[in-house]
C-alpha cells in the first residue's frame, strides 16, 4: 500500500504505537485516553508528567518546552530527531512500521514461547499491554494479552533487587504478582472521576473508555460542555476492571473502597462468568457507593461491551442508560453478632411459622421420588449403571420428560452434573445418547445442563473452601436447581470411616447448598451388603437414599430402592437399561414385572 504522511492511522495503531515508544519514560494513566510520561523530545527532562498524549488520535504536546504535534508520524520524527537520526519520510515510516511490528496492516499475533527457561514469555509476542498503576500513576503491575486459542492474560510487575531470584528476573521484570498491591484498572482515573462504568476484562475497559473519551472530545469541540450526565456535565467518565478476570474480585482485596461516595454503572456480561462477576462486584462496591446500578447489554450470550460498540454508536449505548436498574444492598435474614448489622430474630416460633409462609404441601422434581428442597444420596457398587441412571434423570428434568413413567416438574429443570467419576467424553456420549433416547438431539439440552468434569475444573475438593466458593457461585450464575455430584470418595480429603471427617464433608454440602441455591445429590458406593459405605454420618445427611443393584442373571437389570428419613419407603422398581446396536441411543425402561 501506499503511504504518505496525511493518510490517518488507525485508533488501535496510535494507541499500540504510544504504549511502545514511551514505555521507557515512565508512561502512565492520567484519564480518559490521555496518557502522561517524561517527555523523551527534551532528554535532559525528567518530570514525569511533562508529556501528554492521547491515545486515540495521536494528538500530543510537551508542557515544558511547548512542542506539539497532531499523529504519531509528527511524534516520531521528533523522536529521530532527538535521537540523531536523519528523519526523511521513508526513515520515519520505516520506524514506526518496527514499532508496530507491521507494515501498517493488522497484525497477526503467534502464540507465545517460553524463552528463557524460569523467566516467562516472551513480552514482545504480546496483543497489548494493561497497566495498573498506584494513584500518582506510578506501576504496580502489567498484564499482557497474548492472542492464540485460548487467549491468556498473564500479570508481571517490576521486579526487586535483591529480593526476587536473579534467574527469574528478564529486563527488570518478573512474571506474577506476588506481594503487589491489588487496584483496580485506571486507578487514578477512577479516584478523580464522579460516575465509573465497571466491566469484566481490560480489554473491554479500553473499548468503552475509548468510546466516551471520543464522545466527550466531540461533544466539548461543539458544544464548549462535557457529557451531561443527570444533573451535571462531566470531562471524563471512568471505565475500570480488575486482574484475573470473573472470579478474581474478592473483598479481601478492598477494591470497593476505591468506588466510595460514587455513582456506578456495573456492565452485565452475558454469560456464566459474567454474571459471577456482576454477583461478586455489586456485593462489594454497593456498601460504598452514592448509587450502584446493573446495565443488562442487548447482546447474545458470551457477547460484552467490545462486541456491541462493533455494532452500535456510543449515541446508542448511551440510550440504553435509562434502562439502568438501582442494585440495592442485601438486608441480612438472619441476626449477625460482633459485626455493626444486627438484624432481630425470633427464636422461639409458633408450629405454622416454621415454613416461613410458604405452604406445606410437598413439592417434587419427579413426583414422589425427587422433592424439592431436600438432599439426596445414591449408593451403589461400582459398575452398577448409578451415573448412567442420573444422567437420565438430568436429561428427564431438562427436556420435562418422564423417569420411569413418572411425571417430572413439568417444566424444564435447570440441572448440573459434577463428574469425577467419568471423564468429558465419556459423559458427552452419554448425555448424547441419552438424549437421543427421548426424542432429543444433545444441542436442545445446552441451556438446561452444565457440566463439570476434570477438563474444566482440574481439581474440586468439597473441604477445600475456595474450591467450594468458586463452584457454588457458578451453580448460581448458571441458575441450576438441581445439582448432581459424582462421585464421593473423589472429592473430599477426609477419612470416610471417620465420622467426624464425614460430618464436616457433609457440612460443606450444605454449605454448598446454601450458597448456590440448587439442590445437591451426591453419588456414592456401597459396601459388600449393599448399605453405605462408610460412617454412619453419611447415610444420616440423605433425607432419601436410592439403592441400585444390579441382578445377578441379567445386569441390564437393576433394582431401585428408595428410603426417606422419615421412614417412609417407595415400592421397589425394576428397570432395564437398553441401548442401541451402535450404542448411539440409550433408554432406562420401568419393567412391570421381572423379565
Same mark, same amino acid.
Given at each position: 500500500?501506499?503511504?504518505?504522511?496525511?493518510?490517518?492511522?488507525?485508533?488501535?495503531?496510535?494507541?499500540?504505537?504510544? @504504549?511502545?515508544?514511551?514505555?521507557?519514560?515512565?508512561?502512565?494513566?492520567?484519564? +480518559?485516553?490521555?496518557?502522561?510520561?517524561?517527555?523523551?523530545? #527534551?532528554?535532559? +527532562?525528567?518530570?514525569?508528567?511533562?508529556?501528554?498524549? #492521547?491515545?486515540?488520535?495521536?494528538?500530543?504536546?510537551?508542557? /515544558?518546552?511547548?512542542?506539539?504535534?497532531?499523529? !504519531?508520524?509528527?511524534?516520531?520524527?521528533?523522536?529521530?530527531?532527538?535521537? %540523531?537520526?536523519?528523519?526523511?519520510?521513508?526513515?520515519?515510516?520505516?520506524?514506526?512500521?518496527?514499532?508496530?511490528?507491521?507494515?501498517?496492516?493488522?497484525?497477526?499475533?503467534? @502464540?507465545?514461547?517460553?524463552?528463557?527457561?524460569?523467566?516467562?514469555?516472551?513480552?514482545?509476542?504480546?496483543?497489548?499491554?494493561?497497566?495498573?498503576?498506584?494513584?500518582?500513576?506510578?506501576?504496580?503491575?502489567?498484564?499482557?494479552?497474548?492472542? %492464540?486459542?485460548?487467549?491468556?492474560?498473564?500479570?508481571?510487575?517490576?521486579?526487586?533487587? %535483591?529480593?526476587?531470584?536473579?534467574?527469574? !528476573?528478564?529486563?527488570?521484570?518478573?512474571?506474577?504478582?506476588?506481594?503487589?498491591?491489588?487496584?483496580?484498572?485506571?486507578?487514578?482515573?477512577?479516584?478523580?472521576?464522579?460516575?465509573?462504568?465497571?466491566?469484566?476484562?481490560?480489554?473491554?475497559?479500553?473499548d468503552l473508555n475509548r468510546a466516551i473519551s471520543q464522545y466527550i472530545i466531540k461533544l466539548r469541540q461543539k458544544t464548549g460542555k462535557g457529557l451531561?450526565?443527570?444533573?451535571?456535565?462531566?470531562?471524563?467518565?471512568?471505565?475500570?476492571?480488575?486482574?484475573?478476570?470473573?472470579?478474581?474480585?474478592?473483598?479481601?482485596?478492598?477494591?470497593?473502597?476505591?468506588?466510595?461516595?460514587?455513582?456506578?454503572?456495573?456492565?452485565?456480561?452475558?454469560?456464566?462468568?459474567?454474571?459471577?462477576?456482576?454477583?461478586?462486584?455489586?456485593?462489594?462496591?454497593?456498601?460504598?457507593?452514592?448509587?450502584?446500578?446493573?446495565?443488562?447489554?442487548?447482546?447474545?450470550?458470551?457477547?460484552?461491551?467490545?462486541?456491541?460498540?462493533?455494532?452500535?454508536?456510543?449515541?446508542?449505548?448511551? *440510550?440504553?442508560?435509562?434502562?439502568?436498574?438501582?442494585?440495592?444492598?442485601?438486608?441480612?435474614?438472619?441476626?449477625?453478632? +460482633?459485626?455493626?448489622?444486627?438484624?432481630?430474630?425470633?427464636?422461639?416460633?409458633?408450629?405454622?411459622?416454621?415454613?416461613?409462609?410458604?405452604?406445606?404441601?410437598?413439592?417434587?422434581?419427579?413426583?414422589?421420588?425427587?422433592?424439592?428442597?431436600?438432599?439426596?444420596?445414591?449408593? *451403589?457398587?461400582?459398575?452398577?449403571?448409578?451415573?448412567?441412571?442420573?444422567?437420565?434423570?438430568?436429561?428427564?428434568? $431438562?427436556?420435562?420428560?418422564?423417569?420411569?413413567?413418572?411425571?417430572?416438574?413439568?417444566?424444564?429443570?435447570?440441572? +448440573?452434573?459434577?463428574?469425577?467419576?467419568?471423564?468429558?467424553?465419556?459423559?458427552?456420549?452419554?448425555?448424547?445418547?441419552?438424549?437421543?433416547?427421548?426424542?432429543?438431539?444433545?444441542?436442545?439440552?445446552?441451556?438446561?445442563?452444565?457440566?463439570?468434569?476434570? *477438563?474444566? /475444573?482440574?481439581?474440586?475438593?468439597?473441604?477445600?473452601?475456595?474450591?467450594?466458593?468458586?463452584?457454588?457461585?457458578?451453580?448460581?450464575?448458571?441458575?441450576?436447581?438441581?445439582?448432581?455430584?459424582?462421585?464421593?470418595?473423589?472429592? #473430599?480429603?477426609?477419612?470416610?470411616?471417620?465420622?467426624?471427617?464425614?460430618?464436616?464433608?457433609?457440612?460443606?454440602?450444605?454449605?454448598?447448598?446454601?450458597?448456590? %441455591?440448587?439442590?445437591?445429590?451426591?453419588?456414592?458406593?456401597?459396601? $459388600?451388603?449393599?448399605?453405605?459405605?462408610? $460412617?454412619?454420618?453419611?447415610?444420616?445427611?440423605?433425607?432419601?437414599?436410592?439403592?441400585?443393584?444390579?441382578?445377578?442373571?441379567?445386569?441390564?437389570?437393576?433394582?431401585?430402592?428408595?428410603?426417606?428419613?422419615?421412614? *417412609? /419407603?417407595?415400592?421397589?422398581?425394576?428397570?432395564?437399561?437398553?441401548?442401541?446396536?451402535?450404542? /448411539?441411543?440409550?433408554?432406562?425402561?420401568?419393567?412391570?414385572?421381572?423379565?
Amino acid at each position: 500500500m501506499i503511504f504518505t504522511p496525511e493518510k490517518r492511522f488507525t485508533e488501535a495503531q496510535t494507541e499500540h504505537y504510544y @504504549k511502545i515508544r514511551l514505555d521507557p519514560y515512565k508512561l502512565h494513566h492520567s484519564k +480518559g485516553m490521555e496518557y502522561r510520561s517524561i517527555c523523551p523530545l #527534551h532528554p535532559d +527532562g525528567d518530570n514525569p508528567n511533562a508529556l501528554l498524549v #492521547h491515545l486515540d488520535d495521536g494528538h500530543f504536546i510537551c508542557w /515544558t518546552k511547548g512542542c506539539k504535534g497532531h499523529d !504519531i508520524y509528527a511524534f516520531e520524527m521528533g523522536m529521530l530527531k532527538a535521537e %540523531g537520526k536523519l528523519h526523511n519520510v521513508d526513515q520515519v515510516i520505516a520506524s514506526i512500521e518496527n514499532i508496530l511490528g507491521e507494515t501498517l496492516t493488522k497484525k497477526e499475533y503467534p @502464540k507465545a514461547e517460553i524463552i528463557i527457561p524460569g523467566k516467562g514469555r516472551d513480552r514482545s509476542r504480546a496483543s497489548a499491554r494493561y497497566l495498573y498503576t498506584d494513584e500518582d500513576g506510578i506501576e504496580i503491575y502489567s498484564a499482557w494479552r497474548y492472542e %492464540g486459542d485460548p487467549k491468556e492474560v498473564l500479570p508481571d510487575r517490576p521486579a526487586i533487587v %535483591g529480593i526476587d531470584p536473579e534467574e527469574s !528476573i528478564a529486563d527488570g521484570r518478573i512474571w506474577g504478582y506476588r506481594g503487589a498491591r491489588r487496584v483496580p484498572y485506571h486507578l487514578p482515573d477512577l479516584i478523580q472521576s464522579m460516575v465509573v462504568f465497571a466491566v469484566e476484562g481490560e480489554k473491554n475497559a479500553d473499548d468503552l473508555n475509548r468510546a466516551i473519551s471520543q464522545y466527550i472530545i466531540k461533544l466539548r469541540q461543539k458544544t464548549g460542555k462535557g457529557l451531561r450526565f443527570m444533573n451535571h456535565f462531566l470531562d471524563h467518565i471512568a471505565v475500570t476492571t480488575n486482574l484475573g478476570g470473573a472470579l478474581a474480585w474478592q473483598q479481601k482485596y478492598e477494591y470497593g473502597r476505591y468506588f466510595t461516595g460514587k455513582t456506578v454503572i456495573k456492565l452485565g456480561d452475558n454469560d456464566g462468568p459474567g454474571r459471577i462477576h456482576d454477583q461478586s462486584f455489586c456485593e462489594d462496591v454497593v456498601r460504598f457507593a452514592h448509587r450502584l446500578y446493573k446495565l443488562e447489554l442487548p447482546v447474545s450470550e458470551k457477547q460484552d461491551i467490545s462486541d456491541y460498540l462493533k455494532d452500535h454508536s456510543f449515541e446508542d449505548f448511551m *440510550a440504553l442508560w435509562p434502562e439502568c436498574g438501582l442494585y440495592e444492598e442485601k438486608k441480612p435474614k438472619e441476626s449477625v453478632f +460482633g459485626d455493626e448489622i444486627l438484624t432481630p430474630k425470633p427464636v422461639m416460633v409458633s408450629p405454622h411459622e416454621l415454613m416461613s409462609g410458604e405452604t406445606t404441601e410437598k413439592k417434587w422434581f419427579v413426583h414422589k421420588l425427587i422433592a424439592e428442597k431436600s438432599k439426596g444420596l445414591v449408593v *451403589a457398587k461400582p459398575k452398577t449403571g448409578k451415573s448412567l441412571f442420573f444422567l437420565d434423570i438430568a436429561v428427564a428434568l $431438562a427436556t420435562n420428560t418422564r423417569v420411569l413413567s413418572i411425571p417430572s416438574k413439568g417444566r424444564r429443570v435447570k440441572v +448440573g452434573v459434577i463428574s469425577r467419576e467419568d471423564g468429558p467424553e465419556l459423559v458427552y456420549e452419554r448425555l448424547d445418547a441419552l438424549a437421543r433416547g427421548r426424542g432429543f438431539r444433545i444441542h436442545d439440552l445446552k441451556d438446561y445442563i452444565k457440566v463439570n468434569t476434570d *477438563a474444566q /475444573t482440574s481439581s474440586f475438593m468439597i473441604d477445600n473452601q475456595q474450591h467450594l466458593d468458586e463452584m457454588a457461585a457458578w451453580i448460581k450464575a448458571e441458575g441450576l436447581e438441581y445439582c448432581i455430584i459424582d462421585v464421593l470418595n473423589k472429592i #473430599h480429603n477426609g477419612k470416610e470411616n471417620s465420622n467426624d471427617d464425614m460430618g464436616l464433608i457433609t457440612r460443606k454440602f450444605d454449605e454448598l447448598r446454601e450458597k448456590s %441455591g440448587a439442590q445437591i445429590c451426591v453419588i456414592h458406593h456401597s459396601n $459388600a451388603q449393599g448399605e453405605s459405605r462408610g $460412617a454412619s454420618s453419611i447415610f444420616g445427611w440423605a433425607d432419601y437414599t436410592f439403592k441400585l443393584e444390579s441382578e445377578i442373571e441379567d445386569p441390564d437389570i437393576k433394582k431401585l430402592s428408595v428410603v426417606w428419613k422419615n421412614g *417412609a /419407603t417407595l415400592p421397589t422398581r425394576y428397570m432395564k437399561y437398553v441401548q442401541s446396536h451402535e450404542d /448411539t441411543v440409550s433408554q432406562i425402561l420401568l419393567l412391570d414385572r421381572r423379565q
